[in-house]
């Protein structure tokens, strides 16, 4: 069976500090992977996806960074974090969609709580 | 671009009876798959249920159902029997077909509170 692992679970860091925080699936291969941020009390904005090694879209211009070195590997990175850096960090897979009708959800780590301070 | 509305930002529902979530959504596309998560405090995102946008059927899963209106672009989830472990943030979701399949929208959620 599939299984993602995300972490830190909990990250405390200084303003103007680089981040990294990293997610690996395993059990299946080739998947398309996301990261996504999440306020307090607020929904998903999705921040990255990557649909292969190398692959990496942005979606919202901003402070961070995403790598996909292996094929199973993302990387969540900054530089120099920012205080509206803070938040929850959820990282999440999913199969790539054919026509067999076979629904393909998005299946999620158990996030980083990041706070900056 | 897809947009998913959920209009009802917090809800509450009496222990053991029944409480409906409505999500609505934006899109041109017909072919789709819609979703719907639970966030509880533990903040792990889980997936309730889940709906091809070509299947007529609407889902089920024991006392998560959904009602699909593709016409009316509307995916409300329905709660039978509520527990308190049903309080959680619920998140819609939309996923387009399309070759690489990364185009998936929430919606803003809905926070459920089960009151004993």
Redesign the interface.
């Known amino acids: 069976s599939q299984t993602i692992h995300q972490w830190p679970a909990t990250l405390v860091q200084p303003v103007g500090s680089p981040l990294s925080l990293e997610c690996t699936v395993e059990g299946t291969s080739n998947p398309n992977l996301y990261w996504y941020r999440q306020a307090a009390g607020r929904g998903l904005q999705l921040l990255f996806y990557s649909v292969g090694i190398g692959q990496i879209s942005s979606e919202v211009p901003q402070n961070l960074s995403a790598s996909r070195p292996q094929d199973r590997q993302f990387i969540l990175s900054s530089k120099k974090l920012l205080l509206s850096d803070s938040g929850f960090y959820l990282c999440a897979w999913s199969i790539k969609p054919h026509r067999s009708g076979v629904n393909q959800p998005q299946h999620f780590g158990d996030g980083t709580r990041l706070s900056i301070l | 671009a897809q947009t998913v509305t959920q209009s009802q930002p917090e809800m509450s529902v009496q222990e053991a009876e029944t409480v409906t979530l409505s999500c609505t959504y934006d899109t041109s596309e017909s072919d789709y798959?819609l979703?719907w998560y639970k966030q509880p405090p533990s903040?792990?995102?889980i997936?309730v249920i889940?709906?091809?946008a070509?299947k007529q059927q609407n889902a089920t899963e024991n006392r998560f159902s959904v009602n699909f209106q593709k016409a009316a672009k509307s995916f409300s989830l329905k709660i039978s029997d509520s527990q308190l472990g049903d309080a959680a943030?619920y998140?819609c979701?939309y996923?387009s077909?399309?070759n690489?399949?990364?185009n998936?929208v929430?919606?803003?959620?809905t926070?459920l509170s089960v009151l004993p």
């Open positions: 798959y979703f903040r792990q995102m997936l889940r709906q091809e070509y943030m998140f979701a996923r077909w399309d690489y399949g990364q998936f929430f919606g803003p959620g926070r």
